[in-house]
């Protein structure tokens, strides 16, 4: 009796064990985690890397005297705009000593040509009346008469050139001393007007200041700069990583610092064949042309930044790129569709552009799919995952 006693207490002891552990194989294969779905949105999704630069004039003039000198008066200030031919500043001439001195003996040496000139040119005429009345008597042949002709008619000549000479070293004189001179008309230098219409941006010069004119050896002082502020540019530098996925011809969005909530379409233009090394990376410059700027008024040198737009889908059916994964044999992408109370079934998809949020779906799941989100995180509620 008391063994059967200890029989059956063992065999007990054997069932709740044999139950326990049959209780922990099936609570080891559920599942710990409950996972929550996403279903699929229609989203724009827009590929794109960004440029830093500033807004400037798409061509800025610099007005440059031709005539060295002094400033007098200036007639413009910056922020005002110009038609072409608008006077903007007037220079008083300082003589060179030098250049003065050399254009008054150029002077007296073409009044001394033109009195030998005249001199010479009198005897000639002298000789060819006397000549003539012989000729028109028939004493000399009608060669030795041309011969004085010719001479005579050169020796007008030479006159008429002196005096021209003279004249031009009078102009020349005046122009040396005072920057104009009289039968000149628009070509008086000491007056600077504007060259082209459009918004003075820069006056660097005051009266008073000294300025030199434009020559093969020195570009000049610049007095004004003027620029149509209609016509404006984005100037930029892209990263050499960048540059290789971006072309002529993609479209920008400027946005700029100082004009809150406003974005300029531009479209890019230019790429910089070389780049310059800056702080240890090489940069590449584009520029960008700004379209349909409306009345919106940009100072040039406004710091901007620019999106260049690389790809865009719009309104394409698209998951978050974390409900993806990738098989390990094959790398290919697939998602977990749900078809029941945590159960999921697999389905391979093909994917399209990404922003790094969003990815295209081209094919593999419908708008209605659940997704699984496999890599959510245990413990934390649904809200906070978001």
Same mark, same amino acid.
């Given at each position: 009796?008391?063994?059967?006693?200890?029989?059956?207490?063992?065999?007990?002891? #054997?069932?709740?064990?044999?139950?326990?552990?049959y209780?922990?194989?099936?609570?080891?294969?559920?599942?710990?985690?409950?996972?929550?779905?996403?279903?699929?949105?229609?989203?724009?999704?827009?590929?794109?890397?960004?440029?830093?630069?500033?807004?400037?004039? /798409?061509?800025?003039i610099l007005i440059k005297p031709n005539i060295s000198g002094v400033?007098?008066?200036?007639?413009?200030?910056?922020?005002?705009?110009?038609?072409?031919?608008? +006077?903007?500043?007037?220079?008083?001439?300082?003589?060179?000593?030098?250049?003065?001195?050399?254009?008054?003996?150029?002077?007296?040496?073409?009044?001394?040509s033109l009195q030998t000139a005249e001199i010479n040119f009198k005897t000639q005429?002298?000789?060819?009346?006397?000549?003539?009345? +012989?000729?028109? *008597?028939?004493?000399?042949? &009608? !060669?030795?008469?041309?011969? #004085?002709?010719?001479?005579? +008619?050169?020796?007008?000549?030479? #006159?008429?050139? &002196?005096?021209?000479?003279?004249?031009? &070293?009078?102009?020349?004189?005046?122009?040396? *001393?005072?920057?104009?001179?009289?039968?000149?008309?628009?070509i008086a230098q000491t007056l600077v007007r504007a060259t082209v219409s459009g918004m003075v941006l820069d006056v660097p010069v005051k009266a008073g200041n000294q300025v030199i004119e434009a020559n093969n050896f020195n570009e000049g002082t610049s007095i004004a700069s003027l620029a149509d502020v209609k016509k404006m540019i984005f100037e930029g530098k892209v990263d050499e990583s960048e540059v290789g996925k971006i072309k002529e011809g993609l479209p920008l969005e400027i946005t700029v610092g100082a004009i809150e909530d406003v974005k300029f379409d531009a479209v890019?233009?230019?790429i910089a064949p070389k780049g310059v090394?800056?702080?240890?990376?090489?940069?590449?410059?584009?520029?960008?042309?700004?379209?349909?700027?409306?009345?919106?008024f940009i100072r040039a040198g406004l710091s901007a930044n620019?999106?260049?737009?690389?790809?865009?889908?719009?309104? #394409?059916?698209?998951?978050?790129? &974390?409900?993806?994964?990738?098989d390990d044999e094959t790398k290919k992408p697939f998602v977990e569709i749900e078809v029941g109370d945590q159960q999921f079934e697999r389905k391979e998809v093909e994917l399209g552009i990404s922003d790094g949020i969003f990815v295209e779906v081209k094919d593999g799941i419908s708008k209605e799919d659940k997704i699984k989100v496999? !890599?959510?995180?245990?413990?934390?509620? /649904?809200?906070?995952?978001q």
């Open positions: 009796m008391k063994r059967t006693k200890t029989i059956i207490f063992l065999t007990l002891i #054997v069932v709740a064990f044999s139950v326990a552990l209780y922990l194989w099936m609570k080891n294969q559920e599942d710990p985690v409950k996972y929550t779905s996403e279903e699929p949105t229609e989203e724009t999704i827009v590929v794109k890397t960004v440029a830093t630069g500033s807004i400037v004039p /798409k061509e800025e400033i007098e008066e200036v007639y413009i200030e910056a922020g005002e705009y110009v038609q072409q031919g608008d +006077l903007i500043a007037k220079i008083r001439v300082i003589p060179n000593v030098s250049s003065l001195t050399s254009a008054k003996n150029t002077i007296a040496s073409n009044r001394t005429e002298t000789i060819f009346k006397r000549q003539k009345e +012989l000729f028109e *008597k028939g004493v000399i042949a &009608a !060669n030795d008469f041309d011969q #004085v002709n010719n001479t005579y +008619l050169q020796a007008k000549q030479q #006159v008429e050139q &002196a005096r021209i000479n003279v004249q031009q &070293a009078r102009q020349n004189y005046d122009i040396i *001393k005072t920057g104009t001179t009289s039968g000149v008309g628009n890019l233009d230019y090394e800056e702080n240890g990376a090489i940069q590449f410059e584009i520029k960008g042309s700004l379209e349909k700027m409306d009345s919106t620019a999106s260049i737009i690389l790809e865009k889908a719009e309104k #394409v059916l698209a998951i978050k790129e &974390a409900l993806v994964q990738y496999w !890599n959510q995180l245990q413990g934390v509620p /649904k809200y906070a995952q």
